[in-house]
């Protein structure tokens, strides 16, 4: 969700590489971001009356759930928020935008027609491999997403700045949840997008008007990663190999350092 579309809509396809497919409605401008032929994502302008409550660009992630109804009762219940009602989208989806009680908004989702994504999709180029939380308190934050969803939680690393604990959905680790530092103003679901190189993938962020807010720097497996906001300062990061360039050639090895996600 943006303030300036046209803009999005330029920066996302040149620094990941997505195609872009009309799909407006009546009184509804949205643009699928594509990858090949399968849909990776959404554009859809801020709406105004979210701006004046002063929201601002953000992604916002979707949460298949068998009832959005029902969920979204739940949600009230734990001490979440409903910022959207449940709401029908022509006959494609059951919808509805809540925020967990710390305030980091999320959406709910039901496909009126079969369609589910595979958990095996999130290590595909293009697509959200991670999905992380900074929460106010990662500790009852898990709590509300393990009763809300049923997530489960999965090892907890310890490092310097507190615990980081991986959850799992479908016995698949998808992401994690970690108090965030002072310096995020507030609560949010962070996704990283997978890349092939991440050093292009970063040096094309901040050619496009964007900012490399963190890194990139390495985690465990091998793989890098950079923490960004586009130039309409929704934050999303990126995930991908590094290619060590010395001069015009590629370095054999690599840095020993191996920080851990978070």
């Known amino acids: 969700m943006t303030t300036d579309v046209a803009a999005a809509k330029r920066f996302y396809t040149n620094v990941m590489g997505w195609g872009a497919q009309d799909a407006s409605m009546p009184n509804l401008a949205y ?4 990858v090949g032929n ?12 979210a ?36 709401t029908d989208l022509l006959n494609i989806s059951r919808f509805s935008v809540v925020a967990d009680p710390q305030m980091a908004l999320l959406a709910l989702v039901k496909w009126l027609k079969p369609r589910r994504q595979q958990l095996g999709e999130l290590g595909a ?5 991670w999905h992380e939380l900074l929460a106010a308190d990662c500790q009852t934050a898990f709590d509300f997403y393990a ?11 310890i490092g310097r700045a507190g615990p980081y604990h991986l959850f799992t959905v479908r016995g698949q680790t998808i992401g994690g949840m970690y108090t965030k530092p002072p310096l995020v103003p507030v609560p949010l679901w962070l996704y990283y997008f997978n890349v092939g190189d991440i050093n292009g993938a970063a040096e094309r962020v901040k050619a496009r008007g964007g900012q490399v807010l963190e890194g990139p720097v390495e985690v465990l497996g091998g793989n890098w990663i950079a923490r960004c ?4 300062g929704a934050m999303f ?9 010395i001069g015009y050639f590629v370095s054999a090895s690599s840095p020993a350092l191996k920080p851990k996600r978070g």
């Open 31 to 34: 643009t699928f971001f594509t």
């Open 38 to 49: 399968a849909f990776a994502s959404g554009l859809m302008g801020l709406p105004e009356a």
């Open 51 to 86: 701006r004046e409550t002063g929201a601002t660009p953000r992604w916002i992630g979707y949460v298949g759930v068998d009832d959005v109804d029902a969920t979204v009762d739940r949600t009230r219940r734990l001490g979440g928020a409903v910022h959207v009602l449940p």
């Open 125 to 129: 180029p293009g697509r959200v491999g």
């Open 147 to 157: 009763q809300l969803f049923g997530w489960q939680k999965a090892d907890a690393d």
């Open 229 to 232: 906001a586009d130039p309409q």
């Open 237 to 245: 990061a990126l995930e991908g190999k590094r290619n060590h360039r």
